[in-house]
């Protein structure tokens, strides 16, 4: 009887303990996104990483740096697909070449943007962020708009996305 008891005061407790815990971290990705420009989309990203229960203030900026390089790969892949699209165009071809030679800058930037937040070197993630992760897209961008090629309504929004989680991302690595 007595290790019956036991047995449930211990379910009881450790339940109690998770959603203590679980409620924390909810507060901890409310907090990080509240004050990034998209706080619905900044959470989404992170609800979307099964790890991020359980993140702490850097795990949260590396789940969102995740969520930037999951959009990196598709507008890499968008471009790709625009570049077969626009290949008898030597100025669009020369744009969206320059665009993936940008994108793959970037997709580096984000490898050292991830290994200084591990480091704890938060300087140097915020200029890798803002010199070689931002940047890329907004020029890709620019510089296709400027040519006049039409962009395919996913291509804008995963730009969109991108630009949104990286100055969340910028924001959240400011307050470390």
């Known amino acids: 009887m007595a290790s019956s008891l036991l047995a449930k005061l211990l379910i009881l407790t450790t ?3 998770i959603s203590v815990i679980s409620r924390a971290n909810e507060e901890l990705m409310m907090q990080q996104c509240h004050n990034s ?3 619905t989309l900044c959470l989404r990203c992170l609800n979307s990483d099964p790890t991020s229960p359980e993140a ?10 995740r969520c930037v390089n999951s959009h990196l790969l598709t507008l890499t892949n968008n471009t790709s697909a625009l570049a077969s699209k626009h290949h008898r165009n030597p100025k669009a071809a020369a744009a969206l070449k320059q665009c993936g030679l940008g994108y793959a800058m970037a997709k580096r930037g984000v490898g050292e943007a991830d290994a200084h937040l591990i480091a704890g070197d938060y300087d140097k993630a915020a200029y890798d962020v803002s010199a070689t992760v931002e940047a890329p897209p907004v020029t890709c961008r ?3 708009v400027t040519l006049g090629i039409n962009l395919p309504s996913s291509f804008r929004y995963h730009t969109e996305v991108y630009l949104a989680l990286t100055q969340a991302l910028l924001r959240i690595i400011d307050r470390f």
Do not use: F, K
């Open 15 to 17: 339940l109690v303990t």
């Open 142 to 144: 620019a510089s296709l």
């Open 56 to 65: 702490d203030n850097v795990g949260v900026a590396r789940i969102i740096l």
């Open 37 to 39: 420009d998209n706080p």
